[in-house]
C-alpha cells in the first residue's frame, strides 16, 4: 500500500474493516474475563481467570463473555478501517513529499502515529461502553444499571455530560504519543 496504485485508500479501508473485526470476535472473551477480573474488589468473586472463566459460563452462559460486543463491533471496524487508511495515507504523503518509496524506520513512526489518531476518534468512546457493559455479572439485564449500549451513553450523559462519554478519547491519544516517544527513544539508543 502507499504505491499509488489505491489513490483513494479503498483496498486499505476495507483490510482494516476486516482486520478490526476478526480482532474484536478473537478476543472478546479475554477482554470480558480481564474487565471482570480487574473490576472486583481484590478476590471477592473470581480467585483467577479460569474460576472467572468457569463461573461466568456456568452462571450466565457463553453469551456472556461477548457482552458489551456490538459497540466496539461498531465502532471496531470502522476505526480499523480508518487506522489502515490513515498509515496508507501517510505513506503515501511521505512518499509524494520525499520522492522516493523507500521508508526509514522514522517514516514508519509517523505513518503510526497519523494511523492512531484516524482510529483513535471512534475507538475512545465505544471503550467506555463496552467496559461499563461488561462489569454487569448478572444474567438478568433488569438487575444490571444498563440495558444496552444506548442505555450506557444515555444513562452516563445523565451522570457525568457529555465529557465523561469522551474522557476515554483522551486516553487513547496520550497513548499513542507515548507510544511513539518510546519508540524514537529505542531509535536513538
Known amino acids: 500500500m502507499g504505491n499509488g496504485e489505491d489513490p483513494a485508500g479503498v483496498r486499505a479501508f476495507v483490510a482494516g474493516g476486516v482486520s478490526g473485526m476478526t480482532f474484536l470476535v478473537a478476543g472478546q472473551p479475554f ?3 480481564k474487565v471482570r477480573m480487574q473490576s472486583q474488589a481484590k478476590g471477592t468473586l473470581y480467585k483467577s481467570s479460569t474460576d472467572c472463566l468457569y463461573k461466568t459460563v456456568s452462571k450466565e452462559g ?7 460486543m456490538s459497540t466496539p463491533l461498531a465502532a471496531c471496524i470502522p476505526s480499523y478501517a480508518l487506522w489502515f487508511l490513515g498509515h496508507d495515507h501517510a505513506i503515501t504523503l511521505q512518499q509524494n513529499l520525499l520522492g522516493r518509496q ?6 514508519h513512526g ?7 489518531v484516524y482510529m483513535v476518534t471512534i475507538l ?4 467506555r461502553v463496552k467496559c461499563l457493559l461488561q462489569m454487569q455479572t448478572d444474567r438478568n439485564k433488569r438487575a444490571g444499571k444498563y440495558n ?6 444515555r444513562k452516563t450523559y445523565r451522570e457525568g455530560g457529555i465529557r ?8 487513547p491519544v496520550s497513548e499513542i504519543f507515548l507510544d511513539l516517544a518510546y ?5 536513538r539508543l
Open 110 to 116: 509517523v505513518a503510526g502515529l497519523t494511523a492512531g
Open 148 to 153: 444496552g449500549p444506548l442505555d450506557v451513553i
Open 164 to 171: 465523561q462519554l469522551v474522557e476515554e478519547l483522551l486516553s
Open 102 to 107: 523507500e521508508m526509514s524506520l522514522w517514516n
Open 124 to 127: 475512545g468512546p465505544g471503550e
Open 62 to 68: 457463553v453469551r456472556a463473555l461477548f457482552k458489551g
Open 31 to 33: 477482554d470480558t474475563i
Open 183 to 187: 519508540s524514537l527513544l529505542c531509535m
